[in-house]
């Protein structure tokens, strides 16, 4: 079975400077990776994911993460964030045959101006 | 594409009552899921269809819940028998294939259990 861990539930950070949300899985086999995100009163949307080829994935809204077998993350990463950044967001685990998504408990990304 | 849509938004009842949810997906999407998502919690996988096939149920699901597809359109999630545990929001998503693949969520149904 597939599990995953967001190692931060909140994460505060001022506008324009850059932020890493952290996400670690467990898996025995290869597996797809996402991160969706989920604005007040709205549904989750997907900002990125990883299948297969280069470890470096490039998401909507200047978003990008990178996969690191190894260590077995998919941390996401933005360079400058802004006030309308501000959300939940859940990393996300399948693997290859499987239909259902396994997320992690979310981040809380609150930017102050 | 007009996205999933789900209803009602809010649904309060009591408890030992009868609930049941409505999910519209993307017309064209053959997969449609239903996840639920209690406070500080990511979604839960409950259950999935392939058309009107319900192919995999989460041991979540547990005999007091339902789920349908009749024609591989629409979704009903019923609850029977409502407990304060099933608190929580419902989540409806839908894609066109499997594994990999984007799904597309509704807004979800927020059930409070009196």
């Known amino acids: 079975a597939q599990s995953v861990t967001q190692l931060d539930s909140q994460v505060p950070v001022f506008e324009e400077a850059p932020v890493e949300l952290r996400c670690n899985y467990s898996?025995?086999?290869?597996?797809?990776l996402f991160w969706y995100v989920q604005y007040p009163n709205q549904g989750l949307q997907l900002l990125l994911k990883?299948?297969?080829?280069?470890?470096l994935v490039k998401g909507i809204n200047g978003f990008e993460a990178e996969f690191n077998k190894s260590q077995t993350s998919f941390h996401l990463r933005k360079p400058s964030v802004h006030i309308s950044d501000t959300a939940e967001y859940f990393c996300?685990?399948?693997?290859?045959?499987?239909?259902?998504?396994?997320f992690g408990q979310g981040t809380r990304l609150t930017i102050n101006p | 594409d007009t996205g999933v849509s789900q209803n009602p938004r809010h649904k309060i009842t009591k408890r030992g009552q009868n609930v049941t949810f409505r999910c519209d997906p993307i017309?064209?999407?053959?997969?449609l899921y239903w996840y639920r998502q209690t406070l500080g919690q990511g979604p839960e996988f409950l259950t999935y269809?392939?058309?009107?096939?319900?192919?995999?149920k989460s041991r979540l699901l547990s005999d007091r819940f339902s789920a349908e597809r009749p024609k591989g359109s629409f979704s009903t999630l019923e609850i029977q028998r409502t407990e304060q545990g099933d608190s929580a929001m419902y989540l409806c998503?839908?894609?066109?294939?499997?594994?990999?693949?984007?799904?597309?969520f509704g807004s979800g149904t927020q059930l409070s259990v009196l």
């Open positions: 998503a839908s894609s066109l294939r499997g594994a990999g693949e984007k799904l597309f």
């Open positions: 017309s064209e999407h053959n997969r």
């Open positions: 269809f392939q058309n009107e096939a319900q192919l995999e």
């Open positions: 996300a685990v399948t693997v290859q045959g499987a239909q259902k998504l396994v």
């Open positions: 990883y299948l297969s080829g280069s470890t």
């Open positions: 898996s025995s086999v290869s597996v797809y």
